[in-house]
């Protein structure tokens, strides 16, 4: 499998408006993060993780024009409303998005984007919403998912495995539970939240992500959605063997 990292920043991104920087170093273009969202691919399947404000860009810069499905983490904005451009997937693929997410999730979006998946006013829909079980199989990509603790919600972590290769992604939550610890030990690759290093009631510090990859022990770990406190450069020399900071368009092929 193949994986992008479209972006790796926060609900607002870095810079933030203002041309905040915070520590990042402006002058690093690895500093300037888009919203956080993946792709994740095979030899014959391709599957978009979250569909955030700046999936547009993201997807220009990845060269991708459609894919077999959407997965949805949950519903915040950040994650979610990049959902009516979706539509030129749509045209692309001549057909509907398959669409997943957990019930809650789905529950939420379809009210909120009803026209998207019911149509309106003459437009079709362009996405088949798909309940996001606990195994789910697109293509010839095994998905397993485990309800995380993401403040006073929940978002969706996830395993992506084929014969002899996984992937895991667990963005937005604030605990390990032990469900949790199991889906992701022993990943090939995880990338996995490391907002900032001050304590945030919705997201992980990095001393406590650090201690679940050492817990868990994939091959390697990538950190994202991380804020403008976290300097590209400086988290490189301080990380530990086998963690790396995330960028925007980094990619990694896990054969």
């Not at 014969?163 to 030990?185: E, K, Q, V």
């Not at 790396?244 to 092929?253: A, C, K």
Request: hydrophobic share 35%; with cysteine.
């Amino acid at each position: 499998m193949k994986l992008t990292i479209l972006g790796c920043g926060t609900s607002s991104g870095v810079p933030r408006i203002g041309n905040d920087w915070g520590a990042c170093d402006p002058a690093e273009p690895r500093n300037r993060r888009t919203r956080a969202a993946i792709l994740i691919e095979s030899a014959t399947t391709r599957i978009l993780i979250d569909s955030g404000p700046d999936m547009r860009e993201q997807l220009l810069r990845a060269d991708v024009g459609t894919f077999d499905a959407i997965i949805w983490t949950h519903d915040h904005a950040d994650h979610t409303h990049g959902i009516d451009d979706l539509r030129q997937v749509f045209h692309n693929r001549r057909s509907r998005i398959p669409a997943y997410a957990r019930p809650a999730t789905m529950a939420s979006l379809t009210t909120r984007f009803g026209y998207a998946f019911d149509g309106k006013s003459g437009y079709p829909a362009t996405l088949a919403g798909q309940e996001l079980r606990d195994r789910t199989v697109i293509g010839d990509i095994v998905i397993d998912a485990v309800d995380q603790p993401h403040g006073r919600t929940q978002s969706a972590g996830l395993r992506f495995s084929q014969p002899g290769s996984t992937i895991g992604y667990a963005t937005d939550f604030s605990d390990m539970t032990d469900d949790m610890a199991t889906l992701y030990r022993g990943l090939d690759l995880w990338v996995v939240d490391a907002l900032r290093r001050a304590p945030h009631p919705s997201h992980p510090t990095l001393d406590q992500t650090l201690g679940w990859i050492a817990a868990c022990r994939p091959g390697e770990a990538i950190l994202t959605h991380m804020d403008q406190s976290m300097d590209y450069a400086d988290l490189i020399a301080t990380l530990p063997a086998g963690v790396v900071p995330g960028h925007d368009s980094l990619t990694r092929q896990i054969v």
